[in-house]
């Protein structure tokens, strides 16, 4: 039986803690819908659950036995949320209420919940977001994290459940689906590479924290190996980028040409998000991270590769 | 036409807000559910909107023509919502959303929300909290609310629909329904008066910040009539008051003995709540606030004068 249930973790960073978490010996299972195509992570010794998210005895059946639980699942993404104002919530708020509440029933030790730090703390002007600043989220997708955030604070004091709320900024890299409207650089990179013109939101002036998503599995290698002290953590660089020198950097890393196009920036973005990680760091030690040129290059090797990658 | 529409007019604080805008000259109407009994407001001049708030249909209705919508209404309360976890997102909060889509539809010019001050901040050991602290719910109740200050913010971004969020710390007064579990105040004094012992949760140190029902509709009052400059406002009266402290005041006030059971404090209160309200005083200017027995002796003249007042 596994001792980690990863539900989503079939998704872009799933599949890299998954990878991580076999090599660090545990015994890992990936709840998720039924796939035709081969899996994203590339280790053979992982136990598939299949289910659907939103049926509640599909959630139930997954945990049972599970020491770990960790829920990267999303219905939705920051763009698509903008469609349906009230779907984050007929979603994934209420089908994260069912899943701690069959974590509740199923005495899991320990829930790890992948909420956001690119978009919670919203628009206040601050150079860097610390855990213990106030959050103004915008965007339905990022005021349901939230609301998830609430709800594992509400089942530790009815219930005891032990959880930690992960605010993950903008993570990048091999395996992040450019069809999808998350993440900024593969889908440049895939423009690039088709020959299309890029799309540049805004004036270019626009700051993320952008993490290389190998380390953002190393990170999540050591919250599970030592019982977290804090119940929210930020997971980013620490390191605030403009989309004005992440294109320098594509250009230094494609070394061919391409034309930039310019559209406005949705009104639910934030103009600036670095998230200040010296919680994490100061708990768990200073880990090494992937400059922003070799993390684009390898992300480009492996598109290259696979090209639905 | 009505120029404010208060949903939850009917109710505790909406019946005292309603009189107190009337008096200030507004056209109100008051959206609720259809009723036998008497209004609980006392104003004859109030167009009743008949409606139901999980019917969205309804909700399009009420706020037609509006400059101004007062959202009041809530289908749980700090306790109800404790019995099932999802009831809060899947009633408050869905609906919530459909009235704020509404009212972008009907062009409405600003919209006033009920937010909870007594919860939305937990319990992290601050001596009192401002609107800059993080909040830190932990209960349904509690997370619903600050989900709806969150789609707040969303309809002003993409819809330039303006808003307010008021948290609100403990009211009490006359017209709190004893009979409903929320209100220390009319609870113990409905058992003083039904020579019943009066419930004291924990060892009585708990803290919280009442807030005597009229001042709270003056502060409205101030709120409607100019446009308020921030997102949000904690509307208490700043001081904290212990459990004990209350019971000593009720001694007082009440001048006929009653006994008093313990029981254990629910997980999910919070062990104290005072609200930092310099945000709307130096905004708005000093409100004269009633004192505790003061009040005390109000919402106990109300109650022997309406037996389920």
Redesign the interface.
């Known amino acids: 039986m596994a001792d980690v249930v990863v539900l989503g973790g079939n998704g872009f960073i799933g599949a890299h803690v998954v990878d991580r978490l076999v090599v660090d010996g545990h015994r890992v299972a990936v709840f998720g819908r039924p796939r035709s195509a081969p899996p994203r992570y590339r280790s053979a010794d992982v136990t598939v659950i299949e289910g659907d998210f939103a049926n509640t005895a599909d959630l139930r059946a997954a945990v049972r036995g599970a020491e770990i639980v960790i829920h990267l699942l999303s219905t939705t993404t920051p763009a698509s949320a903008?469609a349906d104002?009230?779907v984050d919530?007929?979603t994934n708020?209420?089908q994260s209420?069912?899943l701690l509440?069959s974590c509740v029933e199923a005495a899991v030790g320990h829930v790890y919940f992948a909420s956001t730090g690119g978009a919670i703390y919203?628009s206040q002007g601050r150079s860097s977001y610390a855990e213990?600043?106030?959050?103004?989220?915008?965007?339905?997708y990022?005021?349901?994290k939230?609301?998830i955030e609430?709800?594992l604070?509400?089942?530790h004091?009815?219930a005891g459940l032990r959880s930690t709320a992960l605010r993950i900024s903008n993570p990048y890299g091999p395996g992040q689906q450019s069809h999808r409207r998350q993440g900024f650089i593969p889908i440049a990179l895939r423009a690039i590479l088709e020959g299309r013109p890029m799309t540049r939101y805004g004036d270019g002036s626009m700051v993320r924290d952008y993490l290389y998503v190998e380390d953002l599995a190393d990170m999540f290698s050591v919250l599970v190996r030592r019982v977290p002290e804090r119940f929210v953590y930020n997971l980013g660089s620490g390191l605030g980028v403009t989309v004005d020198e992440v294109i320098d950097a594509l250009r230094r890393v494609c070394d061919m040409p391409f034309t930039v196009e310019d559209r406005p920036t949705p009104?639910?973005f934030v103009d600036r998000v670095v998230l200040d990680s010296t919680r994490f760091r100061s708990e768990f030690g200073d880990l090494e991270l992937t400059a922003l040129d070799e993390g684009i290059r390898r992300t480009l090797h492996a598109m290259r590769a696979e090209p639905r990658g």
Do not use: H, K, N, Q
């Not at 213990?132 to 339905?140: G, I, K, L, N, Y």
């Open positions: 903008e104002a009230s919530v007929r708020v209420i209420i069912a509440e919203g213990t600043d106030p959050t103004e989220p915008v965007s339905p990022a005021i349901g939230l609301a609430g709800y604070r509400y089942f004091a009815v009104v639910t």
